[in-house]
DNA sequence: AAAAATCTTTGATAAATATCAAGTGTAGGT
DNA sequence: ACCTACACTTGATATTTATCAAAGATTTTT
């Protein structure tokens, strides 16, 4: 048994109960009584860690899992045949990934944790089951893959529209609302990506962050320092990524 | 009785059929035996005529259908507050719109229809109820929504990352592909939509749009006539394209 | 602790696309 | 068939962002 089966075998072993996980606002439906809730611990299979780095999956692979994130921070990514690399979004505790995979039984995006991370891994065949008989957790399951529908859209708007600044003023405002849900500060965040990363999600190249970021610090909106980024005027970031008049 | 009034009510009096509508291998799942078949014609609630430049729902409306397209062609476009517009989507015959107002039971972008089109409404308590009933059609409505993540995805990459003609000859071969799908030419097809509606789904101006057109007329990649377009090299189209696959 | 590697910032210039403008073509209505 | 929208094309110019380059900061390795 080689390290990782040792480590893989630990964590399964250790229970694993949603009833009991504090991110159970965030990613499992509300609403279930006691003994429905205990039937629903059965969706996750084990829990998996990764190192930072890590492919949790990679495109090409059969798909066979849903994630829930319980700790770290992802991104996924597609990337084309000539190499060019898109990220396609940002993930954080609470949140799922890997619905990419369904509809062709193999994954069609990379994700690859930015920091160590465990995930709780759900069989999707297990998810469908118990959708058969939860009419909330059925409900739930379609919320969330319609919750990434529209943030795609949301997305598609900013990369078809916006202009640089308005872009990355949209993407900050919405990591530390995400943060803030998850108990953490409203103004202060840590970013786990790169500017290289936040550029490619945002359709920029690292130089283009970089100076928006700059200028940023320089109107007194936010401060900056690496990636530690202190939001001073939220307003004003509303204001930049909504009202400019752009072409 | 309004007239509108009376027509849905002569469409909904004609007998809608799943099992008989020759779109089913696009629209529903497959492996269904006769007598499951009939029962999952009650999906289908009604049919509905959207007439050109209608609006078939809107953002903001209350979400209770997702609906299939039987005939015509739509659009999806979401706004933002200072009136800017992005095209999601182009939708046609067999192709399922409406999944984004299931997270927060209210549409977040509006579908036009492009040229009168028909649909079946199919009142998503109804998909619910069925899905838990046939483990085929859940997986079915799984699969649906997974394919337009991954569109999405693959919008994303070419939003972010490629260049006007790229986006452009990914457009075409798209669309093209998608028509040949439905027993329509591979090679020529009618634009349902304007330059500034491709345009907006590829983050573009409407002159830049022109311009590309033109370009790869002058190439003799293809004949433009307005609307009308032949594909005449496509493998010249895929090559300028040589991403991966789109959606 | 020094060295190497990586990430970030900033400046100068180039390239792509938007904007403005004018003219042409097409479709729909009377 | 004519008139009037509206859609499309094309040219000239402006703007934004990419690219190239180099230096500074941070993290990792030795």
Do not use: W
């Amino acid at each position: 048994m080689n390290p990782e089966a040792i480590q893989e075998t630990i964590a399964a072993s250790i229970k694993v109960a949603c009833s009991d996980c504090n991110l159970r606002e965030l990613c499992m439906p509300v609403g279930f009584n006691l003994e429905d809730m205990q039937k629903l611990d059965e969706v996750v299979a084990t829990r998996r860690r990764v190192g930072q780095g890590e492919m949790l999956f990679r495109s090409g692979e059969a798909f066979t899992s849903i994630y829930a994130i319980r700790t770290g921070f992802f991104k996924t990514c597609v990337s084309s045949e000539d190499g060019r690399e898109q990220v396609t979004g940002f993930q954080m505790a609470g949140e799922i990934i890997g619905l990419d995979g369904i509809v062709s039984d193999h994954h069609s995006c990379n994700a690859i944790a930015l920091e160590d991370a465990e995930v709780c891994v759900m069989p999707f065949s297990n998810v469908e089951e118990l959708s058969r008989e939860f009419p909330l957790l059925q409900r739930h399951v379609h919320k969330v893959m319609s919750r990434e529908i529209v943030r795609e859209n949301s997305v598609m708007m900013l990369l078809g529209n916006m202009r640089a600044e308005e872009r990355l003023a949209a993407f900050l405002l919405n990591l530390v609302q995400r943060l803030h849900a998850r108990g953490l500060s409203q103004s202060e965040l840590v970013l786990r990506m790169s500017r290289e990363e936040i550029g490619s999600y945002l359709g920029l190249k690292l130089e283009t962050v970089s100076r928006a970021f700059s200028k940023f610090g320089e109107e007194g909106i936010i401060e900056v320092k690496q990636r530690y980024v202190k939001i001073i005027e939220p307003e004003a970031l509303k204001k930049i990524f909504k009202s400019q008049s752009y072409y």
